[in-house]
């Protein structure tokens, strides 16, 4: 009997759980045994190897969070660490590894692949930055999350006549903030990819407010600063009647969308069918909206970016 072992690695996000229910049930339809690998990398190195109860997991499709548990581990990136958890897969008789994560955790399902270990990547992050591929699990139920947020606080916003800021997180990836800010309406977003012109900002929302406009929301992603050093910026710009709000991790948790699940149910498929292919050194990605196997090379390649930046235009053009 083949054993594939799986863990999910880095911020976690919803949609995991079902990622390894589909992992589990459709290698059991194979015989293939799947490992569960608790704390993602981290735990490869210590050995943390778990048998994966078929009954919690099979109830965990509505769960956010992981039940593998996840862990940061950036010492993942040292060669001789990468090997130490190579032979403890060896020693465990593991035949294949399954990485569910973002795309640090990406960085590391290559490290092992190109030291000649059968890896096979699923992407999961709220950020929705790895290049290769257009959407991620977790991405729409954290957009929905942050959307939700948005319509609470320009209910808000109206009564006060005020403007808020309201940061997501995303270090180097603004494409939470942007599907956010679109569907709730922002009337500007602010995402690393783009330079941030402040004076250009403050004096859209002055306007607004000359237009009489009750609302404004901002919405800004973590990577460009903090909601608390944007708010100081725009108040020194003569921005009046202003407030922040960090959303924070609060998107990282909650029940998966069915968009997510479904995706998760389909990568995790797949997944387990380019290990009986033998097929590894892949992921799984969405492009032009079909799920296919992607090189994890060409996955990382930020020259071959899948992310839609043309809704940053959009939103100037459709928000006032
Ligand atoms: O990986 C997703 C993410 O939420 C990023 O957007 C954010 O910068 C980071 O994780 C936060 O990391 P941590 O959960 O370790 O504080």
């Known amino acids: 009997m083949k054993r594939l072992a799986i863990l999910t690695s880095g911020g976690d996000a919803p ?7 589909a992992v589990l049930n459709k290698a059991a339809h194979h015989d293939i045994e799947v490992v569960g690998v608790n704390y993602g990398f981290l735990g490869l190195v210590c050995k943390n190897f778990t048998s994966l109860d078929t009954e919690k997991v099979n109830s965990s499709i509505s769960m956010g969070g992981t039940i593998l548990y996840s862990s940061r581990y ?18 465990a008789n593991i035949d294949g590894l399954i990485v569910i994560g973002g795309r640090g955790s990406h960085h590391g399902a290559l490290a092992l692949s190109n030291l000649g270990f059968p890896t096979i990547g699923i992407p999961a992050t709220i950020d929705n930055d790895i290049p290769g591929t257009e959407f991620t699990v977790g ?14 606080i320009r209910d808000t916003a109206n009564s006060h006549v005020r403007t808020f800021v309201i940061e997501v997180k995303g270090l180097r990836s603004g494409d939470l903030a942007l599907w956010s800010g679109v569907a709730g309406g922002a009337e500007s977003i602010l995402i690393p990819e783009q330079e941030l012109d402040l004076a250009h900002v403050a004096s859209k929302i002055k306007q607004s407010v000359e237009r009489k406009k009750k609302h404004c929301l901002i919405v800004l992603a973590e990577g460009v600063m903090s909601a608390s050093e944007l708010t100081t910026k725009l108040k020194e710009e003569g921005v009046l009647h202003i407030r922040e709000v960090e959303l924070g991790h609060v998107p990282r948790g909650g029940s998966p969308t069915p968009y997510d699940r479904v995706l998760a149910s389909k990568a995790g498929a797949a997944a387990v069918n380019l290990f009986l292919e033998e097929k590894f050194g892949n992921c799984l990605c969405i492009q032009y909206n079909k799920l296919v196997p992607v090189s994890l090379k060409d996955a990382l390649d930020i020259e071959k970016n899948f992310i839609d930046l043309s809704l940053y235009p959009l939103n100037s053009s459709i928000s006032y």
């Not at 990136?77 to 032979?87: H, R, T, V």
């Open 139 to 152: 991405f729409d139920t954290a957009v929905n999350t942050v959307v939700s947020a948005l319509d609470k």
């Open 15 to 21: 949609g995991m759980n079902a990622t390894i229910r």
């Open 74 to 91: 950036p010492e993942f990136a040292e060669k001789e660490i990468q090997l130490k958890a190579i032979e403890n897969l060896k020693e």
